[in-house]
């Protein structure tokens, strides 16, 4: 018997009901900070000059994106996954002949009614390639040359993304090492990984000298406390020497290298500004002590403010259209990067914590999601999701709350712009429709 499919069969109603949640509160959030008393609502909202009257329309481009999406065969994706990403490293390319520059950013390219940011889209279809690539027969990540190939597809888009002065977003392609780790990668990059963080924060907390003082110090005592097995065995001390080259490599070469030809002077500037000390490779010389600079540090206005708003909330908030940090432009950019700022001044702790839930219940539902899956593209795929979600969710939060440098990265969902909300869109759609074909094996 003929059985008619129908374009919700299948599909995770509550997913769907979290991301209609989460772009509700984002836009009431972008309204709160940009309605002022006296505004009329209606004439504002369909002359679409306003934030939030864009947002809407944006909002309603991407239901129609989304529904376009549910009545696609789940294959597409998995045929076209190639074809996409080289498209998208295309435009990337494209943005540097015919790019706009927002902010001091030459990585937008305008489409009249939106403007168009590669780099962020990419990662729409980074996550598809690395699927593709992951779910091909016989695929092992123990392998070096396995590893170096998906490796080039998910960081390719950094390159790119560092060039235009997007050093925030370049950071997000980070996160598809969490597929990578669900997929096989040894356990050791990601312990590697992990120990470059920690000696990255060190470094902002000691002067590159004092840091290569302790680093050989602690080799010394590591060789003090073998010598008796390194009589008998040289290997370890090859492995303590191969350690405290990379260590002095990184402290000495590579972090003064980050910070002055990678990130941004007001970058740094905001990255040391967090521990209370002055950027140190303003100079020449890396190995200034700043504890005999005089100057103290001034916390980052940006941040500063933030903190003011969110923590002017209180428990319960002051309630809508009530915040005077928010309702006085105080915050920069707190319909983008600081929409959070809104929600905590407006609807204190309790509001602050409600959409932390959310975000967390999204997060376990993709976790969920991408757990049941038949096949490793869609699993693949979930957890790319799952790792672009954690880190812009994390970073950003973290930033306007002072505990995560600020370097530009949007709240999913919830802050302002095209170029964001459709990526987010057609990456949660996109999962929802392989959910929904869960049955079928993708490669």
């Known amino acids: 018997m003929y059985q008619k499919v129908t374009i919700t069969k299948g599909i995770d109603w509550v997913l769907i009901m979290l991301y209609l949640l989460l772009v509700i509160i984002g836009l009431i959030s972008i309204f709160s900070v940009e309605f002022k008393p006296g505004d009329d609502f209606f004439d504002n909202l369909f002359a679409f000059q306003k934030n939030y009257s864009k947002q809407v329309i944006y909002f ?75 779910s091909i027969n016989d695929i092992n990540l123990k392998k070096p040359r396995t590893q170096l190939i998906a490796a080039g597809i ?10 235009q002065n997007e050093t925030g977003l370049a950071l997000v392609y980070f996160s598809f090492l969490l597929p990578m780790y669900r997929e096989g990668l040894p356990p050791v990059y990601l312990i590697i990984g992990a120990s470059l963080a920690v000696l990255l924060i060190v470094t902002l907390l000691l002067t590159t000298s004092t840091l290569i003082i302790c680093i050989s110090a602690v080799a010394v ?14 290997q370890p001390l090859l492995i303590i020497l191969l350690l405290w080259g990379a260590a002095v490599l990184f402290a000495g070469v590579a972090v003064p290298f980050l910070f002055k030809s990678v990130f941004q002077k007001y970058q740094a500037d905001r990255i040391f500004s967090m521990v209370g000390r002055d950027n140190p490779f303003e100079t020449a010389d890396t190995t200034v002590n700043i504890s005999t600079v005089k100057k103290k540090p001034v916390e980052n206005y940006n941040v500063k403010q933030s903190k003011i708003a969110i923590g002017s909330g209180g428990f319960s908030g ?38 932390v839930l959310l975000y967390g219940l999204l997060l376990f539902r993709i976790i969920f ?11 693949v795929y979930a957890y790319s999701v ?22 530009g990265i949007t709240l999913p969902l919830m802050s302002y712009g095209g170029s964001s909300l459709l990526t987010f869109t057609i990456l949660f759609f996109i999962l929802i429709k392989l959910d929904a074909d869960r049955q079928l094996v993708l490669r």
Request: charge should be positive; proline fraction near 3%; aromatic fraction near 14%.
């Open 60 to 134: 309603g481009v991407c239901v129609v994106i989304a529904v376009l999406i549910l009545l696609t065969d789940s294959k597409f994706f998995t045929a076209t996954a190639n074809l996409f990403y080289a498209f998208g490293i295309l435009l990337m390319i494209f943005t540097f002949i015919a790019g706009k520059t927002v902010n001091g950013s030459k990585s937008w390219i305008p489409l009249g009614f939106i403007n168009l940011q590669p780099v962020e889209t990419a990662k729409i279809f980074t996550a598809l390639a690395l699927s593709k690539y992951l």
């Open 154 to 163: 998910s960081f390719l888009p950094i390159v790119f993304s560092i060039l």
């Open 221 to 234: 005592a590591a060789v003090y406390f073998m010598r008796r097995r390194l009589k008998r065995d040289k």
């Open 318 to 355: 002051k309630g809508f259209l009530k915040g005077t940090q928010t309702q006085g432009d105080f915050v920069p950019e707190q319909h983008t990067d600081f929409i959070f700022t809104s929600v905590g001044e407006n609807f204190g702790f309790i509001g602050s914590t409600v959409v």
């Open 369 to 379: 999601i991408a757990e049941r899956q038949r096949s490793t593209f869609s699993r």
């Open 386 to 407: 799952a790792g672009i979600l954690f880190f812009h969710v994390f970073i950003n939060i973290g930033m306007t709350i002072g505990l995560a440098p600020v370097i």
